[in-house]
T-cell receptor, first 111, second 112 residues
């Protein structure tokens, strides 16, 4: 499975935008880019996913590089409830749907 | 709707004993999954099921078995627990394989 690289941790102030980067240089043409987050003592929560084009939903935006070797999850206005571990995952559409969770990025949001 | 429920919430189990972790979803999702989460290792896939009646092995299947007799239930069984199976276990489901997954609240298992 293609792997992703994320920073171990990032910090932000409340109400500010947050850009969480992810590198996936070995991505294949059929890999979808998924983002999940995990709040303390909870199960992971789906955030957003995309294939080639940028995507927006009520939680976040996903910006995908033209060569698809990197992507950025954008939280437009961070809140204290956004403090979580964020996972960038490649999901191969042609296979079994296995999510490979790396260590993710621990986002700290300061009031 | 309840989404995904898991039981028990937590359990302390003596080594060598067997146990079944329960998982039920009410979303009529075809695919279901079991993950374990250990400190510093993230989540790892144990077993999965594409649809009722079929199962497959994930990254760390040894010591675990699953069954998928119907769409809603996906129990995970530890036949003879060992301390290395101490972990938090998450069940998840998705409409189909490769769709976004929805996770349960987890079961914290301690094997002594």
């Amino acid at each position: 499975d293609a792997k992703t690289t994320q920073p171990n941790s990032m910090e932000s102030n409340e109400e500010e935008p947050v850009h969480l980067p992810c590198n996936h240089s070995t991505i294949s043409g059929t890999d979808y880019i998924h983002w999940y987050r995990q709040l303390p003592s909870q199960g992971p929560e789906y955030v957003i996913h995309g294939l080639t084009s940028n995507v927006n939903n009520r939680m976040a935006s996903l910006a995908i590089a033209e060569d698809r070797k990197s992507s950025t999850l954008i939280l437009h206005r961070a809140t204290l409830r956004d403090a979580a571990v964020y996972y960038c995952i490649l999901l191969r559409g042609s296979t079994l749907g296995r999510l490979y969770f790396g260590r993710g990025t621990q986002l700290t949001v300061w009031p | 709707t309840a989404g995904i429920t898991q039981a028990p919430t937590s359990q302390i189990l003596a080594a060598g004993r067997s146990m079944t972790l329960r998982c039920t979803q009410d979303m009529r999702h075809n695919a279901m999954y079991w993950y374990r989460q250990d400190l510093g290792l993230g989540l790892r896939l144990i077993h999965y099921s594409n649809t009722a009646g079929t199962t497959g092995k994930g990254e760390v299947p040894d010591g675990y078995s699953v069954s998928r007799a119907n769409t809603d239930d996906f129990p995970l069984t530890l036949a003879s627990a060992v301390p290395s199976q101490t972990s938090v276990y998450f069940c998840a489901s998705s409409r189909e394989i490769s769709y976004e997954q929805y996770f349960g609240p987890g079961t914290r298992l301690t094997v002594t």
